[in-house]
């Protein structure tokens, strides 16, 4: 058995995780081996911990997609090597996701970071693919036996399909079970209450922390100070893609009604009003555009 000090090779393992350096990690992860430290503890202990910073600097805006799927592959392949440990040592991921891109959509990049994010965080993870119908999900979620349906869709026409999925788990008699999610650039929390979805995110680190939230694991009770300015950062991520869109399409208006869904939500909880002022007010400013 070789010798290591697991506190500094976790830290350099959470370091690579952020730095998205997957040989670092593939050596890492195969020195702990080595030196029998346990394949829970490595995840729990050295790569959750980077991959929770990349959700936090992804969600703040240091980090964009390049970095994150960087981050995200590097992850994997430390998943790669333990996932076969952790089947054979028994121990229990946090949740079982199913998830996919909607049928008639083939856009996947979003998708694949919301999977690999859920992956990361310790939650098992089957990935549909794109274009996938809701007879898939139910299919995949009975034998899975999956706690969570997880949607994605980035087309204003394929939206629809979540609503047809949702129906299918409904008409399975799997809703008991299975919670039903839902994402993608133009879903929002609206239409997530109008076809009776259990929850929407709007990013990846978001997606994250709604499945834990709804299955209950891991996730403290956040203040209303940071609620709000949860909302907020993720209404300024929202008016920051609505202004790249043409002014008066649906997209742009899209956009627009959700950032300002996020400023009342943010107001509710009791965030600066200052603040949001100032987002309420390039709202006005890019209706008027
Ligand atoms: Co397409 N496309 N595309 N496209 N494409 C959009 C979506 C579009 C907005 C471009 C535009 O016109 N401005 C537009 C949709 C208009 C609309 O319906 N409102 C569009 C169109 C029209 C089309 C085609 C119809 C074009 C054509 O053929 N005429 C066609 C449709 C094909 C089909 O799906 N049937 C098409 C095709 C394609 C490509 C194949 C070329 C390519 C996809 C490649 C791939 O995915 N492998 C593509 C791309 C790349 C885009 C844009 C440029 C980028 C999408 C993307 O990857 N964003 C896009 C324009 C845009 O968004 N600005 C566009 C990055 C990604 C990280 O963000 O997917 O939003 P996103 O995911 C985020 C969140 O939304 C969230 O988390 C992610 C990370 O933060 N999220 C979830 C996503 N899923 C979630 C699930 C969750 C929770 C959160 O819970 C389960």
Redesign the pocket.
Known sequence: MADIDTDEAFQELSDCIIKGDAPGVDRLVKACLEAEVSPGAIINDGMIPGMDVVGEL?RTNQYY?PE?LISARAMKTGMAILRPLLTESGIEPLGRVV?G?VR???????????AMMLEGAGFDVTDTG??THPDEYVQEALSQGAH?V??????????TNMRSTIEAVEAAGLDDQVQC???????TQRYADEINAD?????????VT??KRLLGVGVQEESPEEQGRQLYLQARDALQ?AV???PG???HR?GLEQTRQLVEQAAEVGYDPTHLARLTAEIERELAR
Do not use: C, Q, W
């Open positions: 992804f997609v994150v998830i891109t008639g959509d083939l856009h996947d990049i979003g998708k694949n970071l919301v794109i274009d969570i997880g949607m994605s869709a980035l087309l204003t026409t394929t939206m999610i839902i994402g993608g650039a133009p879903v929850g929407y995110a709007p990013d990846a680190a978001s997606a709604l499945t893609v790249r869109e043409e399409s649906a997209e899209g």
